[in-house]
């Protein structure tokens, strides 16, 4: 998930993906791209993480835009604990 100044609704939509997810497997991951947010997106999802656990991985990085954060986190989708199928990057 790529946030970019997402302070207003970052904790809702990550909430709304774990409720979801959970309806679907135990096993799984989310990753949060930060692309180099200036508000509070980073310390939101820090806060998240903490409460839980390793199903939330927040990975922040400068600015760089939406197809370069998404391509971020291809490498920590292929080496995932999960059951989960990788995506190759075709699929990006």
């Known amino acids: 998930m790529p ?3 997402e302070q207003v609704s970052v ?5 709304e993906w774990f409720t979801e997810i959970e ?4 096993n799984f991951i989310i990753l949060a ?7 509070g997106t980073h310390s939101i ?13 927040v990975i922040t990085r400068e600015n760089r835009g939406h197809g ?9 989708i292929q080496k995932s604990p999960t059951n989960a199928p990788s995506a ?3 699929e990006f």
Not at 23 to 26: G, I, L, Q, R, V
Not at 33 to 39: H, K, M, Y
Not at 45 to 57: A, D, M, V, Y
Request: charged share 30%; net charge neutral.
């Open 68 to 76: 370069p954060q998404k391509k971020k986190g291809l490498p920590a």
């Open 45 to 57: 999802l820090e806060r998240i993480s903490e409460q839980r656990g390793e199903c939330l991985e």
């Open 3 to 5: 946030v970019y100044n």
């Open 23 to 26: 309806n679907w497997t135990e």
């Open 88 to 90: 190759s990057p075709a």
């Open 11 to 15: 904790r809702k939509v990550v909430q």
């Open 33 to 39: 791209i930060n692309d180099g947010s200036s508000d």
